[in-house]
């Protein structure tokens, strides 16, 4: 990522930031009506119940993704009509710089073991450095490969 787009983006110095890695489970392109072709969404999901109960598109094999996650390993992350390129944590932010992409079907996961604070949330920017307004959404997070009893 542009060092001059993450300066613009991120409040403190990029050493203070951990870049979370993506593990690409699902990239699609909805052809139907699903999706609003301008809302954009991301959610976090800490354990297989939570993304049990997500949405998925017709041609993806739910039960064959879920046995994909490890949940004491990663997070799942589904993101719609958002095409996310980099993500930095700080703290209880997760930053996000991507590009909107209508009706775009995104599911990815992220290892768990870096997160070291019981609460996050995300903020989106484009790959301009312009802020995409989203709902404030707060995620729990259980530290330490702790899934049971999460629902």
């Known amino acids: 990522m542009d060092r001059e787009l993450l300066n613009k983006v991120l409040r403190y110095p990029l050493v203070q930031y951990i870049t979370l ?22 959610q976090l999901f800490v354990s297989e119940r939570q993304l049990a109960a ?14 994909k996650v ?11 009509n958002y095409d996310v390129k980099d993500l930095k944590y700080r703290t209880t932010k997760i930053t996000a710089i991507g590009q909107p992409i209508p009706r775009l079907y995104y599911l990815f996961t992220v290892d768990r073991r870096l997160f070291y604070r ?8 484009d790959c301009r450095g312009r802020k995409i307004d989203i709902p404030i959404r707060v995620y729990n997070i259980p530290l330490a490969g702790r899934t049971e009893n999460l629902y």
């Open 21 to 42: 890695t993506r593990k690409d489970l699902v990239k699609t392109q909805l052809n139907i009506g699903v999706l609003s072709r301008d809302d954009i969404s991301i």
């Open 54 to 67: 997500a949405y998925f598109p017709n041609h993806v094999n739910k039960d064959e993704i879920l046995g």
């Open 70 to 80: 490890n949940f004491n390993k990663k997070f799942a992350v589904i993101s719609l």
């Open 118 to 125: 019981h609460k996050v949330y995300f903020q989106l920017y």
